[in-house]
């Protein structure tokens, strides 16, 4: 690996993916279209936010969340590396939202904290992704995580660690690395055959940042 990066396949048991996959089905609705601040061609994905799925929100913070000292460990992140407050001070610094990436989709590349005009989005230190399947087989091509080495040492972008959205597999990595996702191609053109994840990012508190 050239990025460093905090892979865990098999996150999940089989009553929690279970309900991924039923809370995915009652949102179909709610799923709207992506915003990228200042470049609406930057990106062609849908999403749904939080607040319609806090049952599943909450679930997946108690899975994630007794991790986050190894994961801050592992991605060597010297602002935060000893900083680790109380599992609600946590919660609170969260944010989660289902990605949705259907035929044509992808998303060019970009920093999770590339935002200031946005606080809070600029404080994210760490970026998760946890992939899943509706149907049974894996129904799309492409969809690829690329995560590029840091450019001043790679100003060409020939240095990169493609992570393939494989289910139930948990990614985190460093919200400052530039990374994309590749161009996704769904044959049957269904929903259930979408590329699905759960994105996620972990936010420093005002007073650090």
């Not at 600029?122 to 590029?148: D, E, H, K, P």
Request: some cysteine; aromatic content about 12%; glycine content about 4%.
């Amino acid at each position: 690996m050239n990025v460093n990066s905090y892979i865990k396949p098999d996150w999940f048991d089989q009553d929690m993916q279970y309900l991924i996959h039923r809370t995915t089905y009652e949102c179909q609705d709610k799923f709207i279209t992506a915003q990228v601040i200042g470049d609406a061609k930057h990106r062609r994905a849908s999403v749904v936010y939080q607040r319609d799925f806090m049952l599943l929100f909450g679930k997946f913070l108690d899975k994630l969340l007794p991790e986050i000292p190894r994961i801050l460990t592992a991605l060597a992140i010297p602002e935060a590396i000893a900083w680790y407050p109380t599992t609600e001070v946590l919660r609170e610094l969260c944010d989660v939202q289902l990605t949705m990436y259907g035929q044509g989709g992808y998303f060019q590349p970009h920093r999770d904290n590339d935002t200031p005009l946005v606080p809070r989005v600029a404080r994210r230190i760490v970026s998760f992704v946890y992939y899943y399947t509706l149907s049974a087989n894996q129904n799309y091509m492409g969809g690829t995580l690329r995560l590029y080495q840091s450019q001043p040492h790679d100003p060409n972008l020939t240095v990169f660690d493609d992570i393939n959205p494989t289910n139930n597999l948990l990614i985190c990595f460093d919200s400052s690395i530039l990374h994309e996702v590749m161009p996704v191609i769904v044959p049957s053109g269904k929903f259930i055959d979408n590329r699905f994840s759960l994105n996620g990012w972990l936010s420093l508190p005002l007073e650090l940042a």
